[in-house]
């Protein structure tokens, strides 16, 4: 681990960030905590965090093919990454360090890839499926790197084992480690680990057909599974067993590929990009469908896709208030996009679940282009997928995206960042990048451009049209020169620094040339038809520099820039290098090979390809390669549609000096779009104003309606805090009252207890001298029985000595017997060595003897002395094996003799300890014979007081029981009363409503006497206008006949007479007059008949309110009597209950009483109402007989009409 932390931090170049994902990866993303998310990209996995958008990576075996499955544990802490090629392996990481744990092999799998893995719910055991042809299941203890079983899953149908897809799904159960469900392709079995083996288990689908089941979840604690087919139905198995096709199954034919389960029910997804959202429910349906969500590409992004997404992977976050989701672009698809989907219960609404991008939308196809700028920290892209895209690689976002409809080929990015230059399959496409979108400046009808790319100045870029080099003028788009030569497809261009005069090209002629841009013209060539070039770069000088080309021939060629003759060449490998790039100021050469991985080579290259760092990213082959201006940051692009970031390190692992970088902030807008920009602001500006003028209105509104409404709950305040003074009042009133009945019952209640005190005190003093008594009894027992128990105590120390002595005795006899035993050791030791030094002695002496025989007889007896001899040295050695069995033997005896030494030290401290035991035990002994006398007098002080309550309690039951015998007749009685006295209540209020509608009818009759006064007053004006006029007309005529013997003067008088009272407007006086004498008299006549019917309406309701009213009288009166007579009955009641004592029923009849003078009160208050109402009738009549006198003189009315009818 630590060497490789070391390589990492000393390697050139370091991931920084990626877009992109690889879809094909089983359950291929994961919620590793709330903000963090795991999912493969190319060869490796990342770990996203989206809080800080930031990326963490996680390799693989460099030499694997890729991966093909993932899994985490339940804990969230590990996740395993299977790999696929000729070894297959799966490697485990620690989530929180994000280093490798464990790499798990297994050559006897039998296949190339692993296709789904599955952790157990303890996070100790893992289970695998490898794939075709032996589709092997295995069991390990991965923390111990060990398998422990392995069983195949294939059926005997022959081509079984060769299908793919046909095993697609494993798990284990959630309760059990041990017990493993597989499912497939018409495959349903279960498995379970016993006895070091994968046996079959019972259960699966029975009779049911072989269905395609894609996949299948345990719930949550339960036995339940729930499994998915290519139909579209849902299946539950229960107990290993198939119950039924849940009703809420889709069903429809679209694919259901993942599901994945949540404490509330379960997830699923398939095909078309649908998602469904089911809740445990306790109807016979057992699941409801709660939210479908439909994944559509298009909506936020008019991507061109070839059909509907497919779901690929489901997994909540801890929380289960978000979901990660990974698609594909169709079956079998590598391509994919990773969203998450907010299902917190408090976004059901239908606006909040929708699905958002993770990152961002990623190329759903190869990347054939790309370009970066030096002004703005911005990437440009193309691919297959019809789309072109800005990214930021600062900020790691996309900044804009845009489809058309035809697939772009190449690109290249103005130094600007302002522009770009795109090659599409029908003509190159001179663009402006505005801030959220591109729009077309200039096309050129140049058809599949394969490479286009700006000058370093950006006063040019150069095409390749055919097999020609076109060059342009940036600012005026007009053609410079043609560049011709090459008989093949070219397939790079290099613009050589720093003042783009020269122009590298390679193609597949197998030709590299050097153009000078200025003259037009070729400076110098190099060809080798054999090969093909894809890629060339250079170190910028001229001529003295180097450039570096790589073909299809899998070599590296060095060339000189003046001459472009070849210095140096170098195999690559087994992968060939389709791009390259040049860091001058890092003097690195960095290259995109077809394996997907980027080689990092440090220049002058002396080794070749040996001294290349290799940095594994893609999982398909690079197409391109570039890099910043400030060589920090390189890109890489290939047919997996991931775009690569990596950061630039130094030879010795250390990053560069960082440089103060500053991007430009300005974008490119249009005239038109920023009139509109400009037109919109006015129009939100004016809404802006117009809703301050609103709110203002309403604010003002608002205050009014606060204040006017502040009024009201100030008067209503007011009124309710009269009301509540006034009830205050009556409950200051009322306490009192109670007071003073209560201070008469809490002395008679007192001196009731003083006298049963008393009495108490005269029993307990009997009861304790008993109690003295039976403690005297008591105290001679406990010593008694203290006696005994020192004399069990002594008894039980004298067994304990024996026994000790005993144990002390024959532990003595076993160690003399020890002891004996090994002095019976050492005596035959003794022996055995005397023995043996008299064999040696003997032996020797023999020795001697045979020598000088043999000295004598050495010529004749040589062979038969020297077998002689090595019979003697056979026997020597056997004596010196017994001599050491002997040692070895005594040695042991010495070790047992130490053991039992030890043994004897360890009995003895066992002795001593089981002495302070007993010791100890003893001072317990003691201590609880002294508790237990505490608490045998506690117990007796609790028997006693025990007694002396149940003594008192007898007492006072008896009292109880005597006070209830007296307490019902009464209780009856007040009943009784009460049943009345709610009748009379009852009574009160319909007098109290008939009131209340007399009243109404009183302010209705006055109402209409108001009305009828003012017309009598309207009328009374009239007559004293007649009046007055005609004493006016009568002084005239006493005046005229004056002048009646005088007819000239008569005659003027009577004309001016005429004059002054006779008006031109009465030209029909006389029919006027008579209409006018019709209605008075028909008023007359009804007013004289209305006055009629009022006066006897008044005496009939004058007649009905005096019956009403001694009625009431006579009912007051026997009520007030039988008012008196319960309360006699109640001072009797409160008499009896005063002499028995019973506080409880005088505080009854206390309330009785209170309730029957609020009753009394109730009855003063009606009666102070009906003497008010009789008042009012009384001012009612008086009224009336005021209004009479008018009513006859309206007769005389009669006499104006009749005066104008003579006059």
């Known amino acids: ?31 590793v905590d709330d903000q963090t998310v795991a999912y493969p990209v190319g060869k490796t996995f990342v770990i996203y965090n989206q809080a800080t958008n930031t990326q963490k990576f996680m390799m693989g075996q460099e030499r694997a093919d890729g991966l093909s499955a993932m899994a985490i544990t339940p804990n969230k802490k590990y996740i395993a990454v299977a790999t696929c090629g000729e070894s297959p392996s799966i490697e485990i990481f620690d989530t929180t360090t994000r280093k490798r744990r464990k790499s798990l092999n297994l050559q006897e799998l039998g296949s190339r890839e692993f296709v789904c ?175 479908t969500v439909k994944i559509d590409p298009k909506k936020d992004t008019d991507v061109v896709t070839d059909g509907d997404p497919i779901i690929k992977s489901l997994s909540l976050n801890q929380s289960e208030d978000h979901l990660a989701i990974s698609t594909c672009n169709g079956l079998g698809s590598s391509f994919g996009q990773l969203y998450v989907l907010n299902i917190a219960p408090d976004s059901n609404k239908p606006e909040a679940m929708q699905p958002e991008y993770l990152l961002a939308p990623f190329h759903a196809g190869p990347i054939t282009g790309i370009d970066t700028c030096i002004r703005k920290p911005l990437v440009a892209t193309c691919g297959k997928d019809h789309t072109i895209r800005i990214w930021n690689y600062v900020e790691h976002t996309l900044e804009i995206v845009k489809t058309f409809p035809v697939e772009a080929i190449s690109i290249a990015m103005h130094p600007s960042g302002l522009h770009i230059l795109v090659g599409f399959a029908d ?28 000058s370093h100045g950006g006063q040019y870029f150069a095409v390749v049209h055919g097999q020609v080099i076109q060059l342009y003028s940036t600012y005026t788009c007009e053609q410079i020169a043609p560049l011709r030569g090459p008989t093949g497809k070219i397939r790079c261009l290099c613009w050589l620094p720093p003042d783009d005069t020269r122009l590298l090209s390679a193609g597949h002629d197998g030709a590299v040339y050097d153009w000078n841009v200025k003259e037009g013209r070729k400076e110098g060539d190099h060809v080798m038809k054999a090969v093909q070039y894809t890629s060339v770069a250079s170190n910028g000088s001229h001529p003295s520099g180097l450039l570096w080309a790589v073909g299809n ?5 060095e060339m000189e820039m003046g001459s472009l003759s070849i210095v140096n060449e170098w195999e690559v490998g087994d992968f060939p290098l389709l791009s390259l790039t040049y860091a001058p100021n890092h003097k690195l050469l960095l290259a995109g090979a077809e394996d997907g991985s980027i080689k990092v080579i440090s220049t002058p290259v002396q080794n070749g390809m040996h001294q290349a760092e290799t940095t594994i990213a893609h999982s398909a082959p690079i197409s391109k390669i570039c890099m910043t201006f400030d060589e920090s940051i390189l890109f890489s692009v290939g047919d997996d549609g991931c775009l690569w970031m990596f950061d630039i390190k130094e030879k010795d692992g250390r990053g560069p000096s960082k440089r103060e970088v500053t991007y430009a902030e300005e974008i490119l807008i249009s005239k038109a779009d920023l009139e509109e920009k400009n037109t919109c602001i006015t129009d939100l500006k004016q809404k802006v104003d117009e809703l301050k003028i609103e709110m203002d209105y309403l604010a ?55 006298k049963e ?15 003295e008594d039976l403690k005297t009894k008591l105290g001679k027992n406990l010593a008694e029985q203290k006696v005994s128990y020192e004399e069990q105590v002594r008894s039980a120390d004298t067994l304990l000595e024996k026994t000790r002595k005993e144990m002390h005795e024959n532990f003595q006899e076993s160690l003399n017997i020890e002891k004996e035993a090994c002095e019976a050791l050492r005596n035959n030791e003794r022996d055995l060595v005397k023995e043996h030094r008299e064999i040696r002695t003997q032996l020797e002496k023999d020795t001697d003897d045979e020598i000088e025989e043999i000295k004598e007889r050495y010529e004749k007896r040589l062979g038969t002395e020297r077998d002689h001899f090595l019979q003697l040295k056979g026997e020597n050695g056997i004596m010196r094996k017994k001599f050491t069995t002997l040692q070895k033997e005594i040695a042991d005896k010495n070790e047992e003799i130490t053991q039992l030494m030890d043994a004897l030290q360890m009995l003895a ?65 007040i009943a009784s009363a009460k049943q009345k006295i709610k009748e009379m209540d009852r009574d009160l209020e319909r007098y109290h409503q008939n009131n209340l509608a007399l009243y109404a009818t009183i302010e209705e009759l006055k109402k209409k006497i108001e009305v009828q006064q003012r017309e009598i007053h309207k009328l009374a004006n009239k007559l004293k206008d007649a009046e007055t006029y005609k004493n006016r007309v009568r002084t005239d005529l006493s005046e005229l006949v004056q002048k009646i013997q005088e007819p000239k003067q008569l005659s003027n008088a009577v004309a001016g007479l005429y004059r002054k009272h006779v008006k031109k407007t009465v030209s029909k006086a006389p029919q006027v007059d008579e209409g006018l004498h019709t209605e008075y008299t028909r008023q007359k006549e009804f007013l004289s008949r209305t006055v009629d019917s009022l006066k006897k309406k008044s005496i009939k309701d004058n007649d009905g309110r005096k019956g009403d009213a001694n009625r009431i009288m006579s009912e007051n009166v026997a009520l007030i009597k039988e008012i008196n007579d319960l309360r006699k009955d109640i001072r009797a009641m409160r008499a009896s209950s005063t002499e028995k004592g019973n506080t409880k029923t005088a505080l009854g009849t206390l309330l009785h009483t209170t309730q029957t003078e609020q009753t009394l009160r109730e009855l003063d208050m009606q009666r102070s109402e009906i003497e008010r109402l009789r008042q009012r009738v009384a001012e009612a009549e008086a009224a009336i007989e005021q209004c009479r006198p008018g009513s006859r003189d309206l007769p005389g009315i009669s006499a104006s009409p009749e005066d104008e009818t003579s006059l």
């Open 553 to 557: 021939d899998r070599k590296l060629r």
């Open 757 to 771: 005190i008393a009495k108490l005190e005269s029993d307990y003093q009997s009861k304790i001298q008993s109690a």
């Open 427 to 454: 003509k190159l496409k001179f663009m402006n990048l505005y801030g959220d979108d591109m729009k077309e400046f200039k096309s050129f009808n140049m058809r599949a451009v394969p490479e286009c790319k700006f």
């Open 1 to 31: 681990g630590e060497l490789g932390t070391m390589q990492n931090d000393l390697s050139m170049t370091s991931r920084r960030h990626v877009f992109g994902m690889k879809a094909d990866v089983k359950d291929n993303v994961h919620y």
């Open 117 to 291: 893995l599955s952790f157990s719910s303890d996070c100790r055991h893992l289970v695998t499926q490898g794939g075709a042809p032996e589709w092997n299941l295995v069991f390990w203890t991965w923390d111990r790197l060990k398998s422990l079983a392995m069983l195949s899953t294939a059926p005997d149908r022959a081509g079984s084992k060769t299908e793919k897809g046909y095993i697609t799904c494993v798990t284990s159960n959630p309760s059990d480690p041990y017990h493993i469900c597989v499912s497939g392709n018409g495959v349903f079995r279960f498995y379970r680990f016993a006895d070091g083996q994968l046996k079959p288990a019972p259960g699966g689908m029975g009779k049911r057909e072989p269905q395609n089941i894609l996949c299948h979840r345990w719930l949550k604690d339960s036995d339940r599974i729930i499994a998915s087919t290519d139909t579209g139905d849902l299946l539950l198995i229960e107990n290993c067993e198939f119950k039924c096709i849940l009703p809420l199954s889709p069903s429809d034919g679209l694919s259901i590929d993942v599901i994945t389960v949540w404490s509330r029910g379960f997830i699923c997804g398939g095909d078309m990009g649908l998602i469904s959202i089911y809740e445990q429910s306790d109807e016979k349906e057992l699941f409801r469908k709660v939210k």
């Open 909 to 973: 401290h066992k002795i001593s300890k089981i002495e302070l035991d007993i010791d100890n035990l003893k001072g317990e002994i003691k201590d609880r014979d002294e508790t237990i006398g505490d608490k045998e007098k506690r117990i007796y002080e609790l028997k006693k007081k025990n007694q002396e309550l149940e003594k008192f309690k007898f007492v006072l039951d008896f009292k109880i029981r005597e006070l209830k015998s007296q307490i019902e007749p009464r209780q009856d009685e």
């Open 700 to 754: 003002r509104k608002r205050d009014i309606k606060h204040e006017e409404k502040i009024k009201e709950m100030q008067d209503q305040f007011k009124e309710d805090s009269e009301k509540q003074w006034a009830k205050f009042e009556a409950l200051l009133s009322l306490k009192q009252e109670q007071e003073l009945a209560f201070t008469e019952i809490r002395k008679e209640t007192a001196e009731k207890h003083r």
